[in-house]
């Protein structure tokens, strides 16, 4: 499914890449570093950075923002609230909070790839109670109860 949105790239970012898909299979794109500059993010350290855009989703859509696996696995470095979401109604900067898990200072540049943003349908819930639910293979089995 293809979706045209609009975006504005705030001042002073217009140097930074849009959000573009790596290969033709991903499915998220990549959220682009708009600090000036380099940040330093020490050991055990978040901070939020801007990604200098923001969109207009429409209703029914949302944009999750992902961790990139290659800044965990080689750096510790990802995500705290992962994933973030951003509402079809949410107008301003778009912005990753990076937190630090390794032992060493990571250093962030201007453009660099710092998470991923993944677009998506949203169903909306309308409850209705009931008393029992319908039966379920699974039923109430929880964390773990299929064992290893």
Not at 63 to 75: F, N
Request: hydrophobic share 35%; aromatic share 4%; glycine share 14%.
């Amino acid at each position: 499914m293809d979706l045209t949105l609009e975006i504005r790239v705030e001042k002073g970012c217009e140097d930074l890449p849009l959000p573009s898909y790596r290969t033709p299979g991903a499915a998220g794109m990549d959220l682009h570093a708009a600090v000036a500059g380099e940040e330093m993010l020490r050991p055990g350290e978040w901070k939020r950075i801007s990604c200098g855009i923001a969109i207009a989703l429409p209703p029914g859509y949302e944009a999750q923002v992902r961790p990139r696996s290659g800044l965990a696995l080689e750096h510790g470095v990802t995500l705290l609230n992962s994933p973030g979401t951003i509402d079809s109604d949410y107008r301003g900067t778009l912005g990753v909070v990076l937190i630090n898990h390794s032992q060493r200072p990571f250093v962030i540049r201007r453009g660099d790839r710092v998470a991923q943003l993944v677009v998506g349908p949203v169903a909306r819930v309308t409850w209705n109670g009931v008393s029992v639910l319908p039966d379920s293979e699974r039923g109430s089995g929880g964390f773990g109860h299929t064992g290893k």
